[in-house]
């Protein structure tokens, strides 16, 4: 077992920042860019050949383009992740969001392409290898291909797009990089990365150090405001100019759109959680008694709470190897040997030091045939539930390595559904092996608390973005409007349960000011219930359910996801019988958390 806590990305591109590998591997990505310009510009979909083949080595091409952005990308984004302070890594990531510009101009011109075909052509087309495996991500491109303006017009607002989008994504990390939280421990100060904050702000087994960090984490968010809200207002700003310029009417399509999802499942999901809220809401009652307050705080939501003499466990970084490997081998042999070779040959950066970014993320490296996982771990159960959920993404890039390209691009909410799945196979284990009802209820606690954020933290964000979005069609929303649509928000989301709230989390949340997607946020809450119904037919079936997962997984690309649904599990997710089929899994836990706590308050 390992005990580094840094990823190897020697192995990947030697010279970190530095490389010259990583240079000449960029310089022939834009050789081949040029190339397959040309050849889909020559391409007349009318009068190709019967096999397809000027089509055929197109797509061969694109996918070997694919790979190598997604693998220098990673790199990349992944040095400059560990290292804030890397300016060398920041300009790499910049030129490769050049380098994928031009990328995007290809692929519009393609999927311009694919709309002339001739219906008939088309339907041989689909029917015939190698495209017929990779029929409905062709399709969608089509139909996607018919929504855009001509080709100089995408041409421009890609070019755009890397000083306009991109470039405010960029300087919002540049921004969080400023941010510093202070800290007072043994009587002295010291100053906290945003990472490290963050990890403390939720970490924290004292109440009253949660309570301070929480009010000096808002206030050092708040300081910088204005700037954060220049970011955002732009960062929508450009995106709802482009969709009014290609006559898109409603901002929710085009996320719902790449989540492959209905707009009616969508809105099935957030009213049958919202029946339940209820029993959530006592939840965060009992755990606020427990504590010896009222009310919760924003910060103590997911906080560990004490029991008696019992003390949350902390974990070393090999403890949590173990953990996590042991009880991935409980449902898959594969996904433990994956686990393990994560660890082996160093795809993991876990390291609590400064000057790293807050969060954590898996991100694929297709050429090497591995992934990296970023995080900073501080020795927390919420840590090692964080590792699981990593190499959940990790495990369902694995099983999808043979695919063609287009088979592997899963939309953001059956991507969760993995990672959440790994998660669970942890939480549930350790409950199940409590040795006490102290240890019992601070692991259910933990479970719980995961359940709170995806139903109520998150609907938070999803209410504020759809509001803000409203609000930005009619005009700039300044940082004071932000904060109060945000803390109206909260208070909606968690029915007003909690005493103290976030306003200033439109700043703090990376998620708002991700430059590739809007509304990262409820993908999440989809996939953690899409995976606790899974979860529910794989204890059902044991081990027996190993290779039904696996094809789900491998399925995420190739249909919708009521299709999905339909195929691999039975059910119908315009109807509300799956969510609370699902939702029932987590009312169970809470009555059991209560009936616990019942004489200890």
Same mark, same amino acid.
């Given at each position: ?10 192995? /990947? ?92 101009? *290809? ?9 002339? *075909? ?95 960090? !929480? ?89 560990? *709470? ?124 350790? *409950? ?10 601070? !692991? ?32 700039? /929303? ?124």
């Amino acid at each position: 077992m390992t005990t580094s806590q840094n990823w190897n990305m020697d192995s /990947v591109f030697e010279g970190g920042s530095h490389s010259e590998t990583l240079q000449v591997h960029i310089k022939e990505l834009d050789t081949l860019i040029e190339e397959i310009l040309t050849q889909i510009q020559e391409w007349d979909p009318k009068e190709d050949s019967p096999a397809f083949s000027a089509l055929a080595s197109f797509l061969e091409n694109r996918e070997k383009i694919g790979n190598g952005l997604s693998e220098a990308g990673t790199f990349a984004r992944g040095l400059f992740s560990a290292n804030t302070k890397d300016s060398q890594a920041a300009k790499v990531v910049n030129q490769l969001s050049a380098v994928g510009s031009q990328m995007s101009a *290809v692929e519009t011109l393609f999927m311009k392409k694919l709309k002339d *075909v001739p219906e008939k052509v088309w339907d041989t087309l689909v029917s015939t290898e190698p495209f017929q495996t990779s029929a409905f991500p062709l399709e969608e491109k089509r139909e996607e291909g018919q929504k855009l303006l001509s080709e100089k017009e995408e041409k421009i607002i890609q070019k755009l797009s890397l000083d306009g989008l991109n470039g405010f994504g960029n300087t919002y990390q540049t921004i969080v990089n400023s941010v510093n939280v202070p800290y007072e421990e043994d009587g002295k100060t010291t100053y906290l990365s945003a990472g490290q904050a963050a990890n403390k702000l939720t970490g924290s087994e004292d109440p009253a150090v949660r309570q301070q960090l !929480l009010g000096d984490w808002e206030k050092a968010w708040k300081e910088k405001a204005p700037l954060f809200a220049d970011t955002l207002n732009h960062l929508a700003g450009f995106r709802l100019q482009t969709y009014d310029l290609r006559d898109e009417k409603d901002f929710l399509n085009p996320p719902l759109e790449y989540n492959r999802m209905q707009k009616e499942t969508l809105n099935t999901m957030w009213d049958t959680i919202t029946e339940n809220k209820p029993k959530l809401v006592d939840f965060l009652n009992r755990k606020a008694a427990l504590m010896g307050k009222e009310k919760l705080n924003w910060a103590d939501v997911t906080a560990p *709470v004490s029991i008696g003499n019992y003390e949350p466990k902390t974990y070393s970084f090999a403890e949590a190897q173990t953990f996590v490997t042991t009880h991935f081998g409980s449902f898959s042999q594969e996904m433990q040997m994956m686990a393990q070779r994560a660890f082996d040959e160093g795809w993991v950066e876990a390291e609590d030091k400064e000057d790293k970014r807050p969060g954590a993320y898996c991100s694929n490296l297709p050429e090497s045939k591995q992934s990296r996982i970023f995080m900073t771990f501080s020795g927390s159960a919420n840590n090692v539930s964080t590792l699981a959920h990593e190499l959940g993404h990790a495990y369902h890039s694995h099983v999808m390595r043979d695919l063609p390209a287009l088979n592997r691009s899963y939309a953001m909410n059956v991507a969760e559904t993995a990672s959440t799945f790994a998660e669970m196979l942890i939480s549930d284990a350790t *409950v199940e092996a409590a040795a006490s009802d102290e240890e019992k209820i601070a !692991l259910l606690d933990s479970k719980i608390s995961r359940a709170a954020v995806m139903f109520m933290n998150i609907h938070s964000r999803f209410l504020f973005e759809k509001r803000f979005y409203e609000a930005r069609q009619k005009g700039l /929303v300044d940082e004071d409007q932000l904060s109060a649509i945000m803390e109206e928000a909260q208070k909606e989301a968690f029915l007003d349960s909690l005493d103290t709230y976030h306003p200033t989390f439109w700043a703090s949340k990376l998620h708002f000011h991700i430059t590739g997607l809007s509304f990262y946020n409820f993908p999440y809450t989809f996939g953690f219930l899409f995976s606790l119904g899974i979860y529910s037919k794989a204890k059902q079936e044991g081990k027996s359910f190993e290779t039904d997962y696996r094809n789900l997984l491998r399925d995420t690309a190739s249909m919708t996801t009521e299709e999905l649904a339909e195929k691999h599990l039975g059910v119908d997710l315009t109807q509300s019988t799956f969510w609370q089929s699902a939702i029932d899994e987590i009312l169970t836990d809470i009555d059991d958390y209560l009936a616990l706590t019942a004489d200890r308050v």
